[in-house]
């Protein structure tokens, strides 16, 4: 079955500064969306991009998506000790209402 | 506007035991997920349900695992008889379309079997 793998998995980077994870995938999808987990607020989604989107924003984040290589990015900028967190990309594909989770990226962000 | 919500947050069992989690969706949600995150991974769903059918149910392990949602609200998964493999976080979710969009989660029953 499909499902999206992050890239790296663990990232420690200082407050103030960008981080990017990415995420890959196998089949062709409707959509890919993030969410972020942390032991405060359980899984949040962040941000939905469909398979017609390159880019997207909100707010601090920014999403790409790249279906010529499966293939997606997340970035934070100016990151915040708020943000520690793990990191899923999950993709609904065609065919199938179901979300494939990958393994998640934790993100430290050191004050 | 309340989140989903689930209880217990947290259950002790011995192996062989029964086990049930209960879930409330958003109002309005009509689609309700169940899904299993063992540690260090992602959610894997267990079960869809769409009002009070379930309509992906090819993960849920059937000879141990069932799940209710009768009147298309709230939900109860069972597991009869747990083992050491089931300890896990078990994750309820609602959406307000069946279109793979949005999920809401709520915070998870967190399973030890010992």
């Known amino acids: 079955s499909q499902q999206g793998e992050e890239d790296p998995q663990a990232l420690s980077i200082q407050e103030g500064e960008n981080a990017t994870m990415n995420c890959s995938y196998k089949t062709s999808i409707n959509n890919l969306q993030w969410y972020r987990q942390n032991s405060g607020r359980g899984l949040v989604h962040l941000i939905l991009?469909?398979?017609?989107?390159r880019e997207k924003h909100s707010g601090r984040l920014r999403v790409t998506l790249d279906t010529s290589k499966k293939s997606s990015s997340l970035l934070i900028t100016a990151s915040r000790a708020a943000d520690t967190a793990s990191y899923f990309c999950?993709?609904?594909?065609?065919?199938?209402?179901?979300?494939?989770f990958g393994k998640g990226n934790q993100v430290v962000v050191i004050p | 506007e309340a989140g989903v919500v689930q209880s217990p947050r947290y259950k002790i069992i011995e192996k062989k035991q029964p086990v049930a989690f209960w879930c409330n969706p958003i109002s309005g949600h009509n689609t309700l997920y169940w899904y299993r995150q063992n540690l260090g991974q992602g959610p894997e769903l267990l079960i869809r349900?769409?009002?009070?059918?379930?309509?992906?149910d090819s993960q849920l392990p059937k000879d141990r695992f069932s799940a209710e949602r009768l009147k298309g609200v709230d939900s109860t998964l069972k597991i009869q008889p747990a083992e050491l493999g089931d300890s896990a976080v078990y994750l309820c979710?609602?959406?307000?379309?069946?279109?793979?969009?949005?999920?809401?989660f709520g915070p998870g029953t967190r399973l030890t079997v010992l």
């Open positions: 991009i469909r398979s017609n989107e």
């Open positions: 349900y769409e009002n009070e059918e379930a309509v992906d």
């Open positions: 999950a993709t609904a594909y065609y065919g199938n209402n179901r979300l494939a």
């Open positions: 979710a609602s959406s307000s379309d069946p279109g793979g969009n949005e999920q809401f």
